[in-house]
């Protein structure tokens, strides 16, 4: 359906109204004090249903999705079989009963200390259509299983969509709570993934049994929509005690990205296109240096984004540059340093951030001025700088990260450590003045008008 121009102006002022009115006034800087629950809860025991191995024969588990290309017309499909490898096929097409097409891809496997993966396959699927739904179908020749999922629609200025924003997820009992109330909105329809998977390294010699039970429990979500891989610290598995010197080892063999597409050079950092947003993920445990691939990859991806195509620019990291929690403080500070003047620069409009288990939105601030001795260390209001958003607040084993520097600094606007995760609403670029700038609307879970509606659900990116 169409809406007239004066419609859409309607709806977007009474959108703004009820945000100005929803979000506290939010210069002061806010610390919410709501909390969906106080204690850290346990992991749930391995026998629970989310982790249920499916039915038959070498059945294909862990199904998950993740954008394969750039544009969005290709999905890279994952499953691991647990008895022998069987075979890497994807039968897939547009009719639910005719799955017409056929993709071969790869198997791998990896050891782990004393563990021996299953038989992790990866097969990318491209020249999907635009805006289509596919089914598909995996475990070819022994037990199948089928699942299905939607294309986006064609990158381009004017594409509404609805990302998720999940961060920090873990396996607890808040952890499913959290993908239950993700599933329960049915708009959403991408989740960008801020890192910390399964925190199976909190696990004796990181039982990667528990890397497996992770991608059990969250395969009714990523089976049927694409999420967007950001590492995180507890994918490192970097442990030279147990003879495990390779960084990321389980992490990379488990969820691939489609870094070669955007002429990256390693898996952690790439960017992908979707809708009217292009997304660039980062990763804070890879090297960034000056002349580092990461850097060097960062420095040619920025002035390649086209914001007549994809106005909305993201930025996807695991450890938050501005944060006010104690916990973790200052560990995003060197990638901050490194790479903020461009974020100043290229006008990025949001950067989302895990690793802090809270909540945090930072107004439109940038620290770039300081040059070790003209002593302007301190953040500034500055509009062509992103919002800064904490959203590691999923749920996992070590518990919310509650102890916050006091006073809330200036460029803090509101802060909350509950469990939850994020919605970013239909991103409409059709209100937007300039390339810079518009409504978002965050809603976060059980804020739904649930317990009496706490503050902070919405806030606004003003027109400039
Ligand atoms: C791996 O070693 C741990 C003890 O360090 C032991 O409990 C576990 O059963 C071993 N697993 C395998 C698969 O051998
Ligand atoms: C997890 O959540 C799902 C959906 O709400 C529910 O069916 C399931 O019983 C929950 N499992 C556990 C272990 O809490
Ligand atoms: C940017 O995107 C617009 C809209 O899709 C397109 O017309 C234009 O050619 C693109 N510019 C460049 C430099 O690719
Ligand atoms: C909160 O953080 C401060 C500063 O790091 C620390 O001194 C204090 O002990 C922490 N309090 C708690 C309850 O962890
Ligand atoms: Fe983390």
């Not at 947003?277 to 086209?306: C, D, F, M």
């Amino acid at each position: 359906m169409e809406l007239s121009k004066n419609m859409r102006n309607s709806i977007f002022l009474i959108l703004l109204a009820s945000l100005l009115l929803s979000t506290t006034r939010c210069k002061g800087g806010v610390t919410s004090t709501y909390r969906r629950r106080l204690e850290a809860s346990v992991d749930m025991p391995l026998d629970s249903d989310v982790f249920r191995v499916p039915a038959g024969y070498n059945a294909p588990q862990q199904v998950h999705i993740t954008q394969g290309d750039v544009d969005g017309n290709a999905v890279i499909v994952s499953w691991v079989t647990p008895d022998e490898p069987g075979s890497s096929v994807v039968l897939y097409g547009t009719s639910k009963h005719n799955l017409d097409k056929m993709k071969t891809g790869k198997h791998t496997q990896y050891k782990y200390y004393n563990y021996t993966s299953g038989f992790i396959h990866h097969c990318t699927i491209r020249h999907l259509k635009f805006d289509t739904k596919y089914y598909y179908a995996v475990g070819i020749g022994q037990t199948v299983r089928k699942f299905w999922f939607k294309t986006p629609p064609e990158v381009g200025p004017d594409v509404p969509y609805t990302f998720g924003i999940i961060g920090d997820l873990g396996q607890t009992y808040d952890s499913n709570t959290t993908l239950s109330h993700y599933e329960s909105n049915p708009k959403a329809e991408t989740v960008l993934y801020v890192g910390d998977l399964s925190y199976a390294d909190n696990y004796p010699d990181h039982d990667n049994n528990r890397w497996d039970s992770w991608a059990r429990f969250v395969e009714r979500s990523t089976a049927y929509q694409p999420w967007i891989w950001t590492a995180g610290n507890h994918e490192l598995d970097f442990e030279p005690s147990l003879g495990e010197k390779e960084p990321f080892k389980p992490f990379k063999h488990r969820y691939q990205t489609p870094y070669r597409a955007s002429d990256s050079t390693g898996p952690f950092w790439y960017s992908v296109k979707r809708a009217s947003a292009h997304i660039i993920v980062l990763s804070t445990y890879s090297a960034y240096g000056k002349y580092t691939p990461q850097y060097r990859w960062l420095e040619e991806e920025l002035p390649k984004v086209n914001r007549s195509e994809t106005p909305w620019l993201i930025v996807l990291v695991h450890s938050p540059w501005y944060n006010s929690n104690t916990y973790h403080y200052m560990e995003g500070e060197t990638m901050r340093v490194m790479f903020e003047s461009w974020f100043v620069q290229y006008k990025v409009d949001v950067v989302f951030a895990g690793h802090v288990h809270a909540y945090e939105r930072s107004h439109r601030i940038s620290n770039i001025a300081y040059d070790i001795v003209n002593k302007n260390c301190t953040p500034v209001p500055n509009e062509d700088a992103p919002v800064y958003i904490t959203i590691g607040d999923g749920g996992n084993i070590e518990g919310l990260a509650s102890n916050m520097t006091e006073p809330q600094p200036s460029y803090s606007a509101f802060r909350e450590a509950s469990f939850g995760h994020a919605i970013f609403l239909r991103l409409r670029t059709e209100h937007m003045l300039t390339t810079h700038g518009t409504v978002i609307r965050m809603e976060r879970e059980l804020q739904q008008m649930k317990n009496g509606s706490p503050t902070g659900t919405g806030f606004q990116l003003p027109i400039s």
